[in-house]
């Protein structure tokens, strides 16, 4: 069976700085893999995903996630946060109808 | 184009009492999922339904039964709640597979009292 670990429940970053979310998948397969982002109060929104190709995937927003085979990681980057990507994240793995979610990070920006 | 809807937004319940949370989707999706979201574990997933007519346990199902109504529809039922269930609950749907990105309705948070 497929599981995602997120090694960081929290994560406290200042404006303007850049901001790198880990994510560690275990499956046997090729993996598909997510990562979503959820706002307070909100339902989780897709920021991208990986199934084949470039290992370097493009999302909204301004992220992108880099996969790895080698180190089994799907890691989230952004160059420069916004206040407003304050918010928990999450990673997925996808496969036999369902999506496994990590933990989550939880985001928080300072000015 | 709504996506996906959940009702109701909030709900209290007293132990032993029972409930449907309502779902539906107007993007023609074939798969829709029930997860829950408990602080600390990310999103469970509870059943699901790979298309109409079909439903399967996922990780957490006990406690909990579902009905695939049609196409749209997907709905969640407590038979008789207890405080172990509450959370908050997301409905999301999918073209056919977990392949496919998912897209979330905007949760149910359930007390059980």
């Known amino acids: 069976a497929q599981s995602v670990t997120q090694p960081d429940i929290h994560i406290t970053v200042s404006e303007g700085a850049s901001l790198e979310l880990r994510c560690n998948y275990s499956y046997g397969a090729t993996p598909y893999l997510f990562w979503y982002v959820q706002s307070p109060g909100q339902g989780l929104q897709l920021l991208l995903k990986y199934f084949s190709g470039d290992t370097l995937v493009q999302g909204i927003k301004g992220f992108e996630a880099e996969f790895k085979r080698s180190q089994s990681s799907f890691n989230l980057r952004k160059p420069s946060v916004h206040w407003s990507d304050a918010a928990e994240y999450f990673c997925a793995v996808g496969a036999d109808y369902k999506l496994s979610f990590g933990a989550g990070t939880t985001v928080t920006v300072r000015a | 184009n709504a996506g996906v809807t959940q009702t109701p937004k909030f709900q209290v319940l007293k132990t032993g009492q029972s409930m449907t949370l309502q779902c539906a989707q107007d993007m023609n999706h074939n798969s829709m999922y029930w997860y829950r979201q408990d602080p600390g574990m990310g999103l469970r997933l509870i059943y699901y339904?790979?298309?109409?007519?079909?439903?399967d346990k996922g990780e957490v199902p006990n406690g909990y039964n579902v009905s695939r109504l049609n196409k749209r529809e997907f709905s969640l039922r407590l038979e008789s709640a207890a405080p172990s269930q509450t959370s908050v609950y997301f409905c999301?749907?999918?073209?056919?597979?977990?392949?496919?990105?998912?897209?979330f309705g905007p949760g149910t948070r359930l007390t059980v009292l």
């Open positions: 999301a749907s999918s073209v056919y597979s977990s392949t496919d990105t998912q897209y």
């Open positions: 339904s790979a298309s109409e007519g079909t439903t």
